[in-house]
């Protein structure tokens, strides 16, 4: 496994929350509750997690104090949210990568591999999460 791949998951822990129909851009993006869970775990992990937002594709999850833009991708099922499937991905791939804030190239694997590291780990230790595997393309429909 490596940070380029997503993380599939099923879990009823992550239902549709009322309301959320309302901050969708484009219908069946549903990952508002898992979104709200990983903001809090990678929070007690030391992340600095300003925010999370609805986009066109899914959930961001947005994480500073990083020397290039770094987040984490939440998307859930379109045509079924009651199935319960999410996948989640880390924004960025390991490698070297120019930085307007170091104005110079950064080694991004270190910090893309220990976000998706603590990934595993907060979405494993959950006995309500039932995790479907690590694809390389995305595993929704």
């Not at 851009?25 to 997690?49: M, P, W």
């Amino acid at each position: 496994m490596d940070a380029t791949c997503f993380i599939h998951i099923k879990s009823e822990k992550f239902p549709v929350l009322p309301g959320e129909d309302d901050e969708l851009i484009n219908e069946g993006t549903y990952g508002k509750a898992l979104s709200q869970f990983l903001e809090s775990h990678l929070k007690q992990r030391s992340y600095d997690v300003p925010f999370f937002c609805c986009e066109d594709w899914g959930w961001w999850i947005e994480i500073t104090g990083q020397p290039f833009k770094l987040g984490v991708c939440v998307y859930g099922t379109t045509s079924t949210p009651e199935n319960h499937e999410h996948c989640v991905m880390v924004s960025e791939s390991p490698g070297r990568r120019w930085s307007w804030r170091k104005f110079g190239f950064v080694d991004t694997a270190p910090r893309v591999n220990k976000l998706f590291g603590d990934l595993r780990e907060i979405l494993a230790s959950d006995g309500d999460i039932e995790i479907l595997g690590y694809p390389e393309g995305y595993p929704l429909d």
